[in-house]
């Protein structure tokens, strides 16, 4: 297949790896970028349905920031749906991994509603171990090694740690199934729960409210077919938006951006290549 014109602005940005097998954890997914650009690179960062983090090696600078002037440097977790923030690089190397929320707290070794829309430092999670590991990713021969090195990693920690209660990644599983257009007062009355406990167990779990984890699907879902070169109005129309400008205040919302821009941004684009062969992770669950 030919490439497009914003596959082949991140080609000159970007090597993208990926795994050849999936993670033995489900719902972790990996990929590794190494900067081949001339210069400092400035992309947006597109919000996805995952605990994000980015594990940097080598000598190179990473920066998010948005536009109020925060900052976070380095390797670095980010909570689910971050939005409206922007990747700063320079010559760098990282493997980026997206871990579902279900696994997020025991992966992780945080409740996800602690880091809610936050990005910390990783070596606030994982305290010293942090340096080893980078240490580890940069002496790796190959991205197939740095890959086992951090899929080992992730299932060793995910053995050890504490599940979620299995009628909310139920709840999980059907906004990702629905697409995000699921009612959540109707997966309430299927559980028998009552919408305040249903809203009070998954936020302290996954980390956000169901309503907003649905919205976040919805996103999601616009986002990636808005990089497959759909027009914002079809998108918008087949993707559960009452109308247009519903869809319009949600890409502002996520991103700080309208739809027509977010789908010409590189950002998009690399997002898809990087990551258009990983779904997320559903599993046959009952509650």
């Not at 995952?50 to 920066?63: E, M």
Request: glycine residues 10%.
């Amino acid at each position: 297949m030919r490439p497009t014109v914003h596959e082949c602005d991140v080609a000159a940005v970007w090597d993208i790896a990926r795994p050849s097998r999936p993670s033995r954890v489900a719902g972790v997914s990996m990929a590794g970028f190494s900067d081949r650009s001339a210069g400092p690179v400035d992309g947006l960062v597109v919000p996805h349905p995952a605990f994000t983090v980015v594990l940097q090696f080598g000598d190179g600078s990473l920066v998010v920031d948005d536009a109020t002037g925060w900052q976070q440097r380095g390797s670095l977790v980010a909570g689910l749906g971050l939005g409206a923030v922007r990747m700063r690089s320079e010559n760098i190397e990282c493997l980026e991994v997206r871990v579902s929320p279900v696994v997020a707290h025991a992966v992780l070794g945080v409740s996800p509603a602690e880091l809610d829309c936050a990005v910390v430092a990783v070596e606030d999670l994982w305290g010293p171990d942090t340096a080893r590991i980078r240490q580890q990713l940069g002496d790796a021969l190959s991205w197939g090694d740095r890959f086992a090195l951090t899929d080992a990693l992730f299932a060793r920690r995910h053995e050890t740690g504490p599940p979620v209660d299995p009628e909310v990644a139920w709840v999980w599983d059907r906004i990702i199934v629905s697409g995000g257009s699921v009612r959540v007062e109707d997966l309430a009355v299927e559980l028998g729960w009552s919408r305040k406990r249903l809203w009070s167990r998954f936020r302290s779990q996954i980390g956000v409210p169901p309503k907003r984890a649905a919205k976040l699907v919805r996103f999601d879902h616009a986002a990636r077919r808005l990089a497959t070169g759909e027009s914002a109005a079809r998108v918008a129309a087949e993707g559960g938006y009452v109308d247009q400008s519903h869809f319009h205040r949600d890409v502002m919302a996520f991103t700080g951006t309208t739809p027509a821009r977010l789908a010409s941004d590189p950002g998009l684009a690399e997002y898809d290549i990087a990551w258009a062969s990983h779904g997320t992770f559903v599993q046959d669950r009952r509650p």
